[in-house]
């Protein structure tokens, strides 16, 4: 299955040159990267459907003609595996024989665990970076929403055949740490009787409040508290980060780019480029010479960095350390500062299209119809932690993977706390469940898969038919999430399968007197256990034994 996409191309692209129509062949020359193939939306319209006769229409040439034109050429190249090439609307529709997906189906009871893995990934450096937050408090959903993101598609590039490193960057230096140490220095102070008020920018969340009552003895510094806070905030944050089943490969601090010079070293190679310029007191960074839409400051006048400064040192940190493709995950605050960071791996000599930013939208939580209102700054925020241990790690994953990362979410957490089949992660992990309810029975009735080529498979209906066309799709979507970064075709393809087992689960009984027709079921069922373990696994969401 793996293979389809490319053998259609080629049969594509082959007849548009065994045509011999000039006019057709320049406008592919010119739109060929315009032209998608797919699977198909309905049984009507076949297995695989391709736009090309529309993207090479024009003129007295109709989508339908060129479909026509182009039918009369494929049908001369079609492998074994296509029954059939038609036009509909001006789609190019392709529809397989059943004995096809009955080969996908021995694939994937061959693979087992591996099916849907590949090496395009070729070793390739992959570094994601994610979460991020700065040590100044609690991680919040919205952190929760960015880990999720992250360690699913570490896993997934991953089983993809890429070199993946996880990264955490501690944004440990500047004005909000040092409000921080105040913060909790007045949080100390006030415990000891006294009136000390907090920054009226500072951090006033309670944890600070329990923090405070930590520390023995009598502080003699400002630099004291601002340590002592994030240390004992790092600790909760890798907590928590270990109980929602993230884990982090490097941990890299802001601080020591600034401490060994890395932050100076990078802005005197940009100088030498003649990158850097000086106006109205302050250096700025020609970034608007690679795309960005001005130039912007990396040195303010009173001869502190901006946030700019650090992040061109931490990124030729990156490219230095040999990454083929850079991955940051960030919050919507970021989103117009992309376009000077692109120009700045530019500046560095790295491509800006192998950097690649994912914005992560926030998070709105409901009880029912309640919104929860929320202020990070007055401390009002539900935490990483609250949402674990009220709905537990899984259930949080699911919804913060099902939908695209730039689309803002609304989480019900009543929903999300239901046992239930209108909880999405309970549906799918039920089907999990059932699926190996049949296969534990089978096991004590002694009924085995013995010999994957005897299984006579052409006994299968059309249902059966569909739920193996519907795994054929996984190594398609997985290929196609390195290529997106979109997690949630992997959440809603996993869905749409569990609503297909759970109606078939109902209408046919598995393990029968039929022994045939039972063997052939167990080996879908088999296949349908293998791809919902590798769907899970990749989703980082545990797999239930019962429920």
């Known amino acids: 299955m793996k293979k389809i996409k490319k053998i259609l191309n080629e049969i594509?692209?082959?007849?548009?040159?065994?045509?011999?129509?000039?006019?057709?062949?320049?406008?592919?020359?010119?739109?060929?990267?315009?032209?998608?193939?797919?699977?198909?939306?309905?049984?009507?319209?076949?297995?695989?459907?391709?736009?090309?006769?529309?993207?090479?229409?024009?003129?007295?040439?109709?989508p339908e003609k060129v479909a026509d034109i182009l039918i009369g050429e494929i049908s001369k190249k079609i492998p074994s595996f296509i029954e059939?090439?038609?036009?509909?609307?001006?789609?190019?529709?392709?529809?397989?024989?059943?004995?096809?997906?009955?080969?996908?189906?021995?694939?994937?009871?061959?693979?087992?665990?591996?099916?849907?893995?590949?090496?395009?990934?070729?070793?390739?450096?992959?570094?994601?970076?994610?979460?991020?937050?700065?040590?100044?408090?609690?991680?919040?959903?919205?952190?929760?929403?960015?880990?999720?993101?992250?360690?699913?598609?570490?896993?997934i590039f991953s089983f993809s055949g890429y070199s993946v490193t996880k990264e955490y960057y501690l944004n440990d230096a500047g004005k909000q740490i040092e409000l921080l140490?105040?913060?909790?220095?007045?949080r100390y102070e006030q415990l000891k009787g006294k009136e000390y008020p907090i920054p009226e920018e500072g951090y006033w969340g309670e944890y600070l409040i329990e923090i405070a009552k930590k520390i023995k003895g009598q502080p003699q510094s400002q630099q004291f508290f601002k340590n002592f806070a994030v240390e004992e905030i790092l600790k909760d944050i890798e907590k928590d980060l270990k109980d929602f089943g993230v884990k982090f490969d490097n941990w890299v601090n802001e601080?020591?780019?600034?401490?060994?010079?890395?932050?100076?070293?990078?802005?005197?190679?940009?100088?030498?480029?003649?990158?850097?310029?000086?106006?109205?007191?302050?250096?700025?960074?020609?970034?608007?010479?690679?795309?960005d839409d001005k130039d912007r400051v990396l040195v303010k006048k009173d001869g502190s960095y901006t946030y700019l400064a650090p992040d061109i040192a931490y990124h030729k940190n990156k490219i230095e350390r040999g990454f083929d493709i850079i991955i940051n995950l960030w919050g919507p605050d970021h989103l117009g500062y992309i376009p000077r960071l692109k120009a700045a791996v530019e500046s560095l000599g790295f491509s800006s299209e192998n950097l690649k930013i994912v914005i992560v939208q926030l998070t709105t939580l409901y009880k029912g119809k309640e919104k929860l209102?929320?202020?990070?700054?007055?401390?009002?925020?539900?935490?990483?932690?609250?949402?674990?241990e009220e709905i537990g790690p899984d259930a949080s994953k699911f919804f913060f993977l099902f939908r695209k990362p730039d689309s803002h979410l609304d989480f019900d957490l009543e929903i999300a706390k239901k046992q239930s089949l209108e909880n999405p992660v309970y549906y799918l992990q039920y089907a999990y469940v059932r699926i190996l309810h049949v296969l534990n029975f089978a096991k004590e009735k002694n009924i085995e898969i013995e010999n994957l080529e005897k299984i006579n498979f052409s006994i299968f209906n059309e249902?059966?038919?569909?739920?193996?066309?519907?795994?054929?799709?996984?190594?398609?979507?997985?290929?196609?999430?390195?290529?997106?970064?979109?997690?949630?075709?992997?959440?809603?393809?996993l869905f749409d399968l569990s609503k297909n087992f759970h109606s078939y689960y109902q209408k046919f009984r598995i393990v029968s007197e039929e022994k045939e027709l039972t063997i052939a079921r167990l080996s879908l069922v088999k296949a349908l256990f293998y791809v919902f373990s590798n769907s899970l696994y990749l989703l980082n969401i545990s797999l239930p034994e019962k429920m």
């Open 463 to 493: 249902e059966e038919i569909k739920l193996i066309k519907k795994l054929s799709f996984f190594s398609e979507i997985i290929e196609k999430i390195t290529q997106s970064l979109e997690v949630h075709l992997l959440t809603e393809f």
């Open 12 to 62: 594509i692209e082959s007849s548009i040159y065994a045509i011999h129509n000039i006019e057709i062949q320049k406008r592919f020359e010119g739109r060929k990267k315009l032209y998608n193939i797919f699977p198909s939306a309905k049984d009507e319209f076949g297995d695989y459907s391709t736009n090309i006769a529309i993207r090479l229409s024009g003129d007295e040439y109709t």
């Open 181 to 186: 140490g105040e913060s909790l220095k007045a």
């Open 373 to 388: 209102q929320m202020s990070t700054r007055k401390g009002q925020f539900i935490t990483l932690r609250q949402l674990i």
């Open 255 to 291: 601080n020591n780019f600034l401490l060994d010079g890395s932050v100076e070293k990078t802005i005197e190679l940009l100088e030498k480029k003649g990158l850097v310029y000086y106006k109205d007191g302050a250096k700025w960074f020609k970034s608007s010479s690679f795309g």
């Open 84 to 155: 059939k090439v038609e036009e509909k609307n001006g789609f190019i529709n392709f529809f397989f024989k059943k004995e096809f997906y009955f080969e996908t189906l021995i694939e994937i009871l061959q693979e087992k665990e591996k099916f849907g893995s590949s090496d395009i990934g070729k070793e390739k450096k992959v570094i994601i970076e994610f979460v991020s937050a700065n040590p100044t408090g609690p991680l919040t959903i919205a952190h929760g929403r960015q880990a999720s993101f992250g360690e699913a598609l570490s896993r």
